[in-house]
């Protein structure tokens, strides 16, 4: 199929319909914003892209919009998810580091609990003959 004519997503009665599963609308298209979003890009996706507005009531074109995309291959790197590309060649989720760090903290902080009060319960004299 010709690229200039495969048609993404449109928005026909009131219900958005998504021709390729890699793309979403996140616009508001009640207050005229018809943007969307492309997920897993990849440099064969460059090219002219096509906005066409038509009247809800007949086939003649109201408005034309096109935006070219030029997607460019970073070397070494390859992202699974959005928001990865400082971590070139992991496909791990964006929540699961600072997982990891809450985690940490609050093993950190509870084992210095721990041992604060285990310090404070011993009495004087366990301490005395201790040294």
């Not at 760090?101 to 509870?110: A, D, H, I, N």
Request: aromatic fraction near 8%.
């Amino acid at each position: 199929m010709d690229k200039a004519r495969h048609c993404l997503i449109y928005h026909y009665h009131n219900q958005t319909v998504t021709v390729e599963p890699r793309v979403s609308l996140v616009g508001n298209i009640s207050e005229g914003d018809f943007s969307i979003l492309l997920l897993s890009v990849t440099v064969q996706r460059s090219g002219t892209y096509l906005c066409r507005l038509r009247s809800p009531h007949g086939y003649s074109d109201i408005h034309e919009s096109h935006t070219q995309v030029t997607v460019v291959e970073r070397s070494g790197q390859h992202r699974s998810f959005p928001g990865d590309l400082h971590k070139p060649g992991v496909n791990h989720p964006d929540w699961l580091l600072p997982l990891c760090c809450v985690l940490f903290s609050l093993f950190l902080v509870g084992g210095v609990t721990v041992g604060i009060c285990v310090c404070r319960r011993r009495s004087p004299r366990q301490q005395n003959d201790k040294w």
